[in-house]
């Protein structure tokens, strides 16, 4: 929506991280309506390096009805945790290519049981982020009794099933407790709370509150971490529009780790440092190492701090290590467009 309204209207950079903000401080207004707080959500939509992200998929064909969507809901309610907060995204999963569907389906899935495969657009995939290790084995094993459940595909690190996957399924549900927000028409007013899916989301003491499409599908649709594509650029462009009158993509930025901050991070951050296996290394080599991953993944936590006149974003680093899994670490990075460089702020 951003983007049509933006090139249909010529509207500049200035006047487009006006009309943004707008509508966030909209949005703010709207879910405080309903007694959520936006702050409170961002567990669901920002990645976290200490949970994990997994992909449960279903043979849509094993339901008796059609409506293998609703079905498999009636499954997975009841094993979320209550309290937590989560985002939940659908999807059949797509693909021309269906050999290497397949390929991916058998380097990454961890089966419940064992199935012939027919055709991806036959399987239906349910993705859901925030999973403590609990939670994550809950469902995996709860699910175990519906017909459907085939097993899951762990996203919680970078993968060729993670990016796939990441191109199939869409935001869905977002999940505060016993609360769950979906979208409903953008000619209906944001007063109501209306379920209008097929899904028995009030099932389980859930309560179901909604707003318009073109707030949930801009703010609150979590976006699963992959490589930052060209032909989605323009996810970048808005993001950085919204907290900046300047917009200059950052390939070719230098990454400026000064001394003093080396420092500091040496000093204050050394163990998740030794972890990483960086404690050795130089603020150069550190710097080029989020060079090498600045389009690797997405941008979030974007904020403008109007008392030091900063702006700021997060990116995800994924350090790959020797043995076991990668070290994940969180680059808080300044963003100075005029000087085309990001300045780090800080590592954990």
């Known amino acids: 929506m ?4 933006r090139d249909h209207f010529g509207i500049t950079e200035p006047r487009m991280r006006r009309e943004i903000q707008g509508l966030h401080k909209e949005l703010i207004k709207i879910l405080g309506s309903k007694g959520i707080k936006y702050e409170n959500l961002r567990a669901a939509l920002v990645p976290a390096m200490d949970r994990q992200e997994a992909a449960f998929i279903f043979d849509s064909t ?11 809901f009636m499954h997975i309610l009841p094993l979320l945790e209550p309290r937590a907060t989560q985002s939940i995204l659908v999807g059949d999963l797509l693909g021309q290519d269906q050999r290497l569907v397949v390929e991916i389906l058998r380097e990454s899935m961890i089966l419940s049981r064992s199935f012939t495969f027919k055709h991806s657009t036959l399987l239906y995939c349910v993705y859901i982020n925030n999973l403590s290790d609990a939670a994550l084995y809950r469902l995996h094993q ?3 009794s519906c017909p459907a459940y085939l097993g899951h595909i762990p ?3 970078g993968s060729r099933a993670k990016t796939y996957v990441s191109l199939s399924v869409a935001s869905f549900v977002l999940k505060s407790g016993k609360t769950l927000i979906v979208a409903h028409e953008d000619d209906r007013a944001n007063s109501e709370n209306i379920n209008i899916t097929l899904y028995p ?11 318009q499409g073109m707030y949930f599908s ?12 060209k032909e989605f650029q323009i996810d970048t462009d808005l993001a950085l529009n919204a907290i900046s009158d300047e917009v ?8 400026l780790l000064d001394e003093a901050k080396h420092g500091y991070l040496i000093n204050e951050k050394l163990g998740k440092l030794k972890i990483a296996g960086l404690e050795a290394a130089d603020r150069e080599y550190i710097a080029a190492l989020i060079q090498s991953q600045l389009s690797a993944n997405y941008i979030y936590n974007l904020s403008y701090l109007e008392e030091h006149d900063v702006m700021k974003f997060n990116i995800m680093l994924e350090i ?7 070290t994940r670490m969180t680059a808080a990075l300044e963003y100075l467009p005029a000087q085309q460089t990001l300045r780090v702020i800080t590592l954990h």
């Open 62 to 72: 094993a339901f008796d009805s059609g409506h293998y969507g609703r079905e498999t």
């Open 155 to 157: 996203t919680t690190f």
């Open 320 to 326: 790959q290590r020797s043995t076991g899994y990668p």
């Open 201 to 211: 989301l009030e099932e389980y003491d859930y309560r179901v509150a909604s707003l």
């Open 248 to 255: 200059a993509l950052f390939d070719d930025f230098a990454v």
């Open 142 to 144: 709860g699910l175990a």
């Open 218 to 229: 801009t703010f609150l649709a979590f976006k699963i971490e992959r490589p930052s594509f």
């Open 2 to 5: 951003l983007e049509v309204m």
